[in-house]
């Protein structure tokens, strides 16, 4: 369960309405259960549910379960999609130990507005249901051209270009030295009309930026987003 609060030994965590509704009314969950708990920062905590007052709970913090692991700093820029396939997409890229998820407005994105709340939220549950001990920051959507002026220049891009531009991504990251293996790293995935040719041409701009194909079939954005995280972490990340 993932809770704001600092954990240590005898904490009261607050847990939110949606929390106590899912333990007490979905999980019929009664007072004493046993939890696990994380913030992100502080490790897994054991705990239990306590109730406090008619509506509210609390986890009452007992014991350090897991050490805070820290997850691969990998980014995934990616221009957003429809509704389902956006929430597809963040619970799948939390599932895969992504760091950041950052939608990225390019020429042919046909989505313009993200409910970035609602991705948040998906992200903590997927977070919750892999037992990561981390969430994955969901930031605002941004235009390509205003990421890539700001690109920190120690972050390696990793570009999916399915015009053919580099070559397969498992030969590219396997080919990878120490200090490139251990750098920060993000992937870039277009829209579902490709990226254009000034895009193409901004992103192999940017220093160390690699770009890569993901096979011979053009893959739909989200499928994509997936294929290239699952390969960085099984090369690179994990
Ligand atoms: N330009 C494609 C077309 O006209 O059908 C559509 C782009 S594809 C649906 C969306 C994004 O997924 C691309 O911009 C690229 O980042 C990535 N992608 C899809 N298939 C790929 C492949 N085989 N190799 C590398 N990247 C791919």
Known sequence: ??????????????????????????????????????NGRDGEW???????GKKAAVAQVT???????VEPDIWLCFAPL???????????ATELGVAVLQPILTHHTIVDRVNVERLRANAVEAAEQTER????????????????????TERRLLVCDETGGGPPIAQALAGLDETARAAPWAIVIGPEGGFDAAELASLRRIKDVMAVGLGPRILRADTAALAALACWQALVGD
Do not use: C, N
């Open 1 to 38: 369960l993932f809770v704001a609060a600092d954990l240590a030994v005898g904490v009261e965590a607050p847990l939110d309405e949606a929390q106590v509704h899912y333990l007490r009314h979905v999980m019929r969950r009664p007072d004493g259960a046993p939890l696990l708990l994380f």
């Open 46 to 52: 054991r705990g239990t549910l306590e109730g406090r």
């Open 133 to 152: 001990l981390s969430v994955p920051e969901v930031r605002v959507p941004l235009a390509l051209g205003r990421l890539l002026d700001g690109w920190p």
């Open 82 to 92: 429809k509704r389902a396939r956006i929430d597809y997409v963040a619970e799948k």
């Open 63 to 69: 014991e350090r379960t897991r050490e805070q692991s």
